[in-house]
């Protein structure tokens, strides 16, 4: 029975991670064909265009080599389930990273500490009567000033290359692939009876030699407190994404519940 699930469960990885690599590769593709039409010229101009195209090469060759270090295919034994994992993983931080383009401009807003870019036409919830009357500027090339800002321009290129640094932060904290206490025992075992130390008189069972020894509980607490803090970074980042997520999605959310009832 545990056979049989494993197998169904190995089948149902295999069926969505292939239809997850062909969306992925099929998003670079008409991506990159609507910049091939645009010219490169998107409403932030030329430096958009390319920074938009370099997300779009590394959402490609993340999904590409996540697909190439499965374990189905990894028959020359140059890559692991770990390579497989950690390519997974910056492949679905470029997927969500347009999504945070976005909600990184909608908490700027929220916060007011900066002034994100007019909306076509205006923004009604503005503070004053003159942003609320103002909407986006654009040329005969629908290249708008507001984009072409330093931090605008800059912030094409940062939203994905920040969501990858976050992807390599996780990947560093995650401990190895399987990798768990009891496979390091036997190392310690092979150590231990060299280092043991005579059974003290009156020690019948011989416990002071097959005891646990200093150096093998000092090697298991630093793992402890190593795999601790791994997991204390990886889980900030989750909660930080998540109340970042719910300060975002929230009131969108509500509105639409309001909207509707």
Not at 123 to 131: C, G, L
Not at 143 to 149: A, L, N, S, T
Not at 222 to 246: H, S
Request: charged content about 20%; some cysteine; glycine content about 6%.
């Amino acid at each position: 029975n545990v056979s049989v699930n494993k197998n169904w469960y190995r089948r149902i990885h295999r069926f969505s991670g292939r239809v997850y690599i062909l969306c992925a590769v099929l998003s670079f593709i008409f991506g990159q064909w609507f910049i091939f039409l645009k010219k490169f010229v998107l409403v932030g101009g030329y430096n958009m265009g390319l920074a938009f195209s370099a997300a779009g090469f590394a959402i490609a060759y993340f999904a590409y080599m996540t697909w190439k270090t499965a374990p189905s295919r990894g028959t020359d034994g140059r890559h692991t389930v770990e390579d497989h994992r950690n390519y997974a993983i910056r492949s679905f931080g470029q997927i969500i990273a347009p999504i945070l383009y976005r909600y990184w401009y909608t908490l700027l807003f929220i916060f007011k500490v900066y002034r994100v870019p007019y909306l076509n036409e205006g923004n009604p919830n503005a503070d004053t009567e003159t942003d609320k009357e103002q909407a986006l500027v654009c040329n005969d090339r629908d290249v708008c000033g507001d984009y072409e800002r330093p931090f605008d321009a800059i912030f094409c290129w940062l939203y994905w290359i920040s969501a990858w640094v976050v992807s390599e932060i996780v990947i560093a904290y995650l401990p190895k692939h399987q990798q768990s206490k009891p496979s390091n025992i036997p190392e310690v075992q092979i150590i231990v009876p060299m280092l043991a130390t005579t059974p003290e008189p009156g020690d019948n069972n011989g416990e002071g030699a097959r005891g646990s020894s200093p150096d093998e509980e000092i090697a298991e607490n630093i793992m402890d407190n190593q795999l601790a803090t791994r997991a204390r970074v990886v889980n900030f980042i989750g909660c930080l994404l998540a109340v970042l997520t719910a300060m975002v999605s929230g009131p969108i959310i509500i509105g639409l519940v309001a909207a509707i009832f």
